[in-house]
């Protein structure tokens, strides 16, 4: 197969950037999008071009580290799937393929298609866990059931692989499912619903304090997120929110 | 050549750990204050250690490649954790647990630290349940297990096929809120160039800002390598594009002994290779196999029929199948440990029975598991008299609930469905046992540097058994180094702040610059990539799934030829000064390219087959492996000698066993 691609490139965070216009042959349509990739920065090193900076790591789609915005989507055409799952045979021969980085002014471009996502680290460090120490001797797992339907619940939440896909695709570039999708997997635990209040609130600020834009429900996140994160999470956590602030403690 | 000596505790088996950790010295409160310690690879064992030592107090800094700790390559871990929790009441046990392991390692682990990762299991599976790690559960609200290969118990916890994702958040979520309390320092986007000793101790690093470019210079008391495994010297692998050698490297050319490298986990089940630009391969977890079942056709005319397109797997009937592990292990059948499994695979797709247009892959097949969960679901839900097609739907619920994430991973990647017809799979590089050697404290041989999680050697043998990765690497990073990397620093009270501006951070900072540098210099005009590729054909050939000593000898003579087409061709674009991708990857492939070689030397020199090293030389007539206790019931620990990995000296570790009387390992 034959591509020809159009790509963002941007030599550093304060340098204008500009699409690059390339062309690959002898695709093969097995590739991963991230192999095709890859073909073009074998091409252009050669050619003596500086090839394109994009994250990628595991390739499996379970790190969350490739962020391509791809033909006006994130992580492309395809629904569940992340970049580096992305097969070139969703593509036809001869396309044209744009790709962009997942923009929002909370993800600064590093360089090329490469982007700052640690601002959800921060949304993290706000509260994303259970104040537990390292102990040898914490009650036995076994010691507290959970409802199997609330385990499968905060379990499909903790699923979030924190790619930032649903940023990039929201036009108000929300973190709201990546935020609710942890408030939820927490507050939908026994060990997490002790601190639920304060993380809910603690999050949310911080969310707010990077820059990210509100929720105005338009779903776009759900629809684009490779793991199939719920809405319903945004849901749970506005209500958490809500119960939070309007308590007295 | 030196006796090693690995600190083991004195004592009966099973007291060693709990009296060790009763006599060792410790350090107050406010000492820990006083006190730094680097950090680097945030993965299970590096994520875990740095969180337990700040909340112990100390200083912590931590350090990885990628643009945060959530990404580490634990992330992708499918299948579960062991633990010894014995709640299928099953018999299990901490001893039966420690059996199955050093049983699983071909005997080539060490005793003692064997049954601490047993000892600690149970409070592993406390603390992540604490943390509110969604593991799965039953209906009654307690937790499931599932077995794994080379048991016959089921002590595996598991989240889906999404297990290591789920302990590595756990973690990673014990980090960041140390982090948020200042007790962290997060350094992403960083990677270690080089180890910094003083007075022979480890007192920092030299690291890359990748962002910047810029060399930075830390220094610490202690320095704890938690950097993973070097199984990307295959270049095809189920490690993540970024896994390296290359801060273990930089310790082992600085004094660290590297041990028993040639010991490689070929994984039996992953999705075999479809063209020559795979950038990597895709594991399809170990736990598919305690419902799926591998075969490949009876005859090899219908295996040539099913390569040429002319036959379905599914239009083969039961008798025209060979079910090759239950044939030939019938009391562990499918769930044979993953050398076994592997070199099985290897035998039949060499014999001709290969199921794709490669030769190189076998069927997974998951009908019977379906029919079976069919049926017991209509029962459950009192379906009367169902039909083939009201089973199959049913059955494939059940298989989709506790594997859904795995088929539709093997979807996207094959286009085929497998609810539909069988997986294809084939062995691929996954982990590597051998690892910088350590003592029972988790101290490489440079005073003050630990190696924890899949970057040691200690507890694995010669072949690592199904979910004890992940349970050795949180073992590794809660339970232990926080205790034995206390007992050193206990001698560091008085020492007071680490100063990074000696003439030997200086030197190492210049021996990175002018190594970084040499590379962009360079008149070269290949790619990094095609001496990465090219390494890994020789690595896969000459040092794989099955070893012999004219190979390996080939292997080392090819390895250092394309050493020095390497540093003579290669072309690195870009400058110093900036983020530079392909300068990062030139100097791991470098690394690499001596690994390689040291890898073989170490296959060579060991003249026995044990694990997941398998000298072609020593077999029985079965086509099993044959271990030779009397000569090779040792640990070969590496020594970097005069800049050239061909001139390593060994050092042996002797391996006693009081407790475990060496058998041939038999899953018949």
Known sequence: ?249 | MSKLNANIPDGSLADKWTKHKAKIPLVSPANKRQIDVIVVGTGLAGSSAAASLAELGYNVKAFCFQDSPRRAHSIAAQGGINAAKNYQNDGDSTYRLFYDTIKGGDYRSREANVHRLAEVSASIIDQCVAQGVPFAREYGGLLDNRSFGGVQVSRTFYAKGQTGQQLLLGAYSALSRQVAKGRVELLSRHEMVELVKVDGKARGIIARNLVTGELERHSAHAVLLCTGGYGNVFYLSTNAMGSNVTAAWKAHRKGAYMANPCFTQIHPTCIPVSGDSQSKLTLMSESLRNDGRIWVPKNSEDAAAIRNGNLKPTELTEENRDYYLERRYPAFGNLVPRDVASRAAKERCDAGYGVNKTGEAVYLDFSSAIQRFGAEAALVQGVKNPNDDEIRKLGEKVVESKYGNLFQMYEKITAQNPYKTPMMIYPAVHYTMGGIWVDYNLMTTVPGLFALGEANFSDHGANRLGASALMQGLADGYFVAPYTVGTYLSEDITTGKISTNSPEFEEAENISRKRMEGFLNNKGSIPIEVFHRELGKIMWSQCGMARNAKDLKKGIADIRLLRDKFYADVKVPGKMNEMNPELDKAGRVADFLELGELMCIDALTREESCGGHFREEFQSKEGEAVRKDDEFAFVAAWEFAESDPGKSKLHKEELSFQDVKLNTRSYK
């Open chain 1, 1 to 249: 197969m034959k591509f020809t691609i159009n790509v963002w490139r941007q030599s550093g965070p304060k340098e204008k950037g500009g699409i690059a216009t390339y062309k690959v042959n002898n695709i093969s349509d097995d590739m991963s999008f991230l192999e095709m990739i890859d073909v073009l920065n074998e091409q252009l090193i050669i050619q003596d071009i500086e090839p394109v900076v994009f994250d990628h790591d595991c390739r499996e789609g379970i790190c969350g580290m490739c962020s391509m915005f791809i033909n006006g989507e994130a992580h492309g055409p395809g629904r569940g799937v992340t970049t580096c799952q992305l097969h070139m045979r969703e593509f036809q021969d001869g396309d044209t393929i744009t790709i962009e980085p997942f923009r929002a002014k909370a993800f600064p471009i590093i360089k090329d298609l490469m982007v700052d996502r640690s601002a959800f680290d921060r949304i993290i460090q706000a509260g994303g866990y259970v104040s537990v120490n390292t102990s040898g001797n914490l009650p036995d797992a076994n010691a507290t059931p959970i409802e199997k339907q609330d385990a499968d619940a905060a379990f499909d939440a903790a699923t979030c692989i924190g790619c930032g896909a649903c940023v990039a695709t929201c036009k108000n570039a929300s973190a709201m499912l990546f935020t609710s999708a942890k408030v939820s997997q927490l507050s939908l635990l026994p060990q997490g619903k002790i601190e639920a209040s304060e993380r809910v609130l603690n999050m949310v600020k911080q969310m707010d304090l990077e820059g990210f834009g509100n929720c105005t429900n338009t779903g776009a996140c759900e629809v684009e997120c490779p793991k199939g994160i719920s809405i319903e999470n945004i849901a749970r956590m506005n209500r958490d929110y809500i119960s939070a602030s309007l308590s007295s403690k």
